[in-house]
């Protein structure tokens, strides 16, 4: 059986990787989809490994990410924490802050937020957990969270596309997400973009938008040997067979490639909507999900999304562009694994200053250029004989650092009375933001009347260049 089954993935993988054609005796040569390749029935019995349930096997920052896997039928393998959550969305806390940073994009931007909350393998595909695993995962009590967190989100005011059909959909030969995998297939990306598009299109701002036609064509094929996969194969030493999807693109009716919608920053004309996201949007692979809704919508789409970002770095890296700064679009398509909770408060602190590029166009209340090493470093004093009075909730730090290669930081301010707040800033590795950070200074009734004293900013000596200097910003929010 072993050697049977090597024959029949050597046998596709020559059909994925050759042309994509097959020669059977007395039928001659013919392309075909993955689809349509023989099918064969063998009974693979690999399973996970014992070590694999067990948390401190996960001990690297890699292998944290699938904490725990989870043996599926057929060949399927889940993420406990990642894919197979219950609940979904952020606290009330998290909510104000998402509607605040919603209304604030459309209010000084004119852009309106489109929220896709994709949801998680779990919901989508619960008839691939195992019998015994189904006692663990209650799905009728996950799928109603979901679509209660997509609710709440609308009360928000934010334009959230109904995902909700996905998780009711009968099984098929295409499925929503790959076997051994953690992202969608372009099967699962098309059938999204179907549904986002036909939200969009109910927007009063797309009836102003110019329309072009574009055209979807398949291309060959994806090979993919999961992550999920990749990680059973760090922990247990075992190897799954690699799966093959068709692959697709889209380009602009007559021949145009579309591929215009992935414009560097700056481009004199941008496309009036942008997608930011992750991996699923853009990525090593391309599984088509930005040319999908092009050709579901009829519109040019800027696809700012950054693979290995998280849900946050690709929002962080296109608002601080010259691209959304001088031509912010109409519409911001924001695409997002559930498993985010979206309920930092961190993060709103953030992206809210980002969305009025900080400090600019405005002249700092306090303002200085210090040089800086690793450990820890004073780099702001409201003092020296011309105290200012800054109370916390009006004023936002802007930091800039001369390595725009610094990406992670710990800001401590101190207020009049000895109080503390303390904001850890971290960019993705692939996400560039040219040194630039922007925080507001801690709002709400317990902080409304602390006075700002100080600022000491932490770093790794990982992050610390030769010569490296940060120039320190106090100046107001822009948002009240």
């Known amino acids: 059986m072993a050697r049977f089954s090597a024959v029949v993935q050597h046998l596709v993988h020559q059909a994925a990787s050759g042309a994509m054609v097959l020669v059977a005796a007395g039928l001659g ?98 008839n691939k957990l195992s019998d015994g695993y189904k006692d663990a995962f209650s799905w009728p009590y996950a799928r109603s969270n979901y679509l209660d967190a997509l609710a709440r989100f609308r009360q928000a005011g934010v334009v959230v596309p109904d995902l909700g059909p996905l998780l009711d959909e009968p099984e098929q030969d295409n499925a929503y997400y790959f076997k051994r995998d953690h992202h969608w297939t372009p099967y699962g990306a098309r059938r999204t973009a179907e549904l986002v598009a036909d939200r969009i299109r109910q927007m009063p701002v797309y009836q102003s938008l110019s329309q072009q036609r574009f055209e979807t064509r398949r291309t060959g094929v994806i090979r993919k040997d999961g992550s999920l996969q990749d990680a059973a194969r760090r922990i247990c030493g075992q190897a799954w067979p690699t799966q093959y999807v068709d692959e697709f693109r889209t380009e602009l009716a007559g021949g145009t490639s579309g591929e215009g919608a992935d414009a560097l920053f700056g481009d004199e004309s941008m496309p009036p909507v942008t997608l930011v996201g992750t991996s699923n949007s853009k990525g090593a692979q391309d599984y088509n999900f930005a040319g999908a809704l092009q050709e579901f919508l009829g519109v040019e789409i800027l696809n700012v999304a950054v693979a290995g970002g998280s849900y946050d770095g690709s929002m962080f890296e296109y608002l601080m562009s010259d691209s959304f700064q001088a031509s912010p679009p109409k519409i911001l ?4 694994p559930a498993y985010h909770t979206l309920d930092s408060v961190e993060f709103y602190r953030q992206v809210v200053p980002m969305v009025s590029d900080g400090c600019s166009g405005q002249k700092p209340v306090l303002q200085q250029t210090t040089a800086v090493k690793a450990g820890t470093n004073e780099v702001l004093y409201n003092g020296g004989g011309q105290f200012l009075e800054l109370p916390s909730n009006e004023y936002l730090v802007e930091l800039q650092f001369s390595d725009p290669a610094v990406k992670e930081v710990d800001a401590f301010i101190w207020y009049v009375f000895g109080r503390k707040d303390r904001v850890d800033l971290e960019y993705g590795e692939r996400v560039e933001t040219t040194g630039r950070f922007m925080f507001e200074l801690p709002a709400g009734q317990s902080w409304n009347d602390e006075l700002f004293m100080s600022l000491d900013l932490e770093l790794e000596q990982e992050q610390v260049s030769d010569g490296l200097t940060v120039t320190a910003k106090v100046c107001r929010r822009q948002d009240q």
């Open 29 to 126: 040569s013919t392309a075909v989809t993955a689809a349509e390749w023989p099918q064969y029935e063998v009974n693979s019995q690999i399973r996970l490994c014992p070590l694999a349930s067990h948390d401190f096997a996960y001990d690297t920052s890699y292998l944290k990410n699938f904490n725990v896997l989870v043996q599926g039928k057929d060949g399927w393998l889940f993420r406990s924490e990642a894919e197979l959550p219950e609940q979904y969305g952020p606290t009330e806390e998290g909510l104000l802050h998402f509607e605040r940073f919603a209304r604030y994009l459309k209010e000084t931007a004119g852009t309106e937020l489109v929220l896709v909350y994709q949801p998680t393998k779990g919901l989508v595909h619960p």
């Open 333 to 336: 398509i924001w695409e997002i």
